[in-house]
């Protein structure tokens, strides 16, 4: 099931996020200057670094998700910055659990919906449809969105490695206020944002970036938790991605902060 929305000019020569992190993840859906940007990032951290912190930032997704549909009763996820499909994506992770699971996937990469629409082809209950999350009114009232979510029950809100493509003047946390402003108590927001807390080469790093289609920009631990603020941060609270419920797949326990990302889910209380 897609929304069948107009995609934007493909630009293949222009490095996108969501194809260097598919590089990242060892995809195959990316283009020459997707590949020389990623691998200049790669080439600023130490050793297979930038790799594993996408691999973790994966794995962490799907113990969120699983966590949300199996413990928390949410049937209801909205992805936003969903990127490139792959293995366990949200609404294979989330239907495993409970088959009734609705799912609205949102990106603003054309090849992202592209490949999403022929991903959920015959997939109930599961959309995807184009915004910027810079525009979370237009997220929110989108005709797809309205359909496939009931905003009057619980839903999930997936902000995962994408709040750090937002500049301090862009108001993240307005964004999030905006998105789960409609949304009942016992919402859930699940976030991961990239930091130089651990290395501080990752600053460097992410001004390749600069000449992609998203800048990108790393926070420091506090301001993530002021992003934050006001929500019930579900325990451990705000932590390392491997910290995060940590599961026989997760690695990186002795040393968490090489996947130089925090991780959180918070409740609307």
């Not at 200049?40 to 962490?60: C, D, E, H, S, Y």
């Not at 015959?122 to 309205?146: F, M, N, S, T, Y």
């Not at 709040?163 to 859930?188: M, N």
Request: net charge negative; proline share 7%; charged share 25%.
């Amino acid at each position: 099931m897609s929304s069948g929305q107009p995609s934007d000019v493909f630009r293949p020569d222009i490095p996108s996020p969501a194809r260097m992190y598919d590089y990242y993840l060892g995809g195959k859906d990316h283009y020459p200057a997707d590949r020389e940007a990623a691998e200049k990032v790669i080439g600023a951290m130490p050793g297979g670094l930038i790799r594993t912190a996408a691999r973790q930032n994966r794995r962490f997704l799907g113990r969120a998700v699983r966590y949300l549909a199996a413990e928390a009763g949410i049937r209801q996820f909205l992805d936003i910055g969903a990127g490139l499909p792959t293995m366990g994506s949200v609404h294979e992770i989330a239907k495993g659990v409970a088959p009734e699971s609705r799912i609205v996937y949102v990106d603003n990469d054309p090849i992202v919906l592209a490949h999403g629409r022929e991903m959920l082809q015959g997939v109930d209950q599961a959309v995807i449809v184009q915004h910027d999350l810079r525009e979370p009114e237009k997220i929110l009232g989108d005709e797809w969105l309205r359909r496939t979510l009931d905003l009057d029950r619980p839903v999930a809100v997936l902000l995962v490695a994408v709040l750090h493509f937002l500049a301090d003047e862009e108001d993240p946390r307005r964004v999030i206020d905006t998105l789960l402003a409609p949304l009942p108590s016992g919402s859930h927001l699940v976030v991961s944002h990239a930091t130089a807390d651990s290395f501080p080469e990752l600053d460097e790093a992410i001004r390749v970036y600069r000449k992609a289609t998203e800048n990108a920009y790393n926070r420091t631990r506090d301001e993530v938790a002021a992003l934050l603020d006001g929500l019930q941060l579900v325990e451990p609270g705000l932590v390392w991605l491997p910290q995060w419920h940590p599961d026989a797949d997760t690695g990186l326990v002795d040393d968490p902060g090489r996947s130089v990302c925090y991780a959180a889910i918070a409740r609307k209380p």
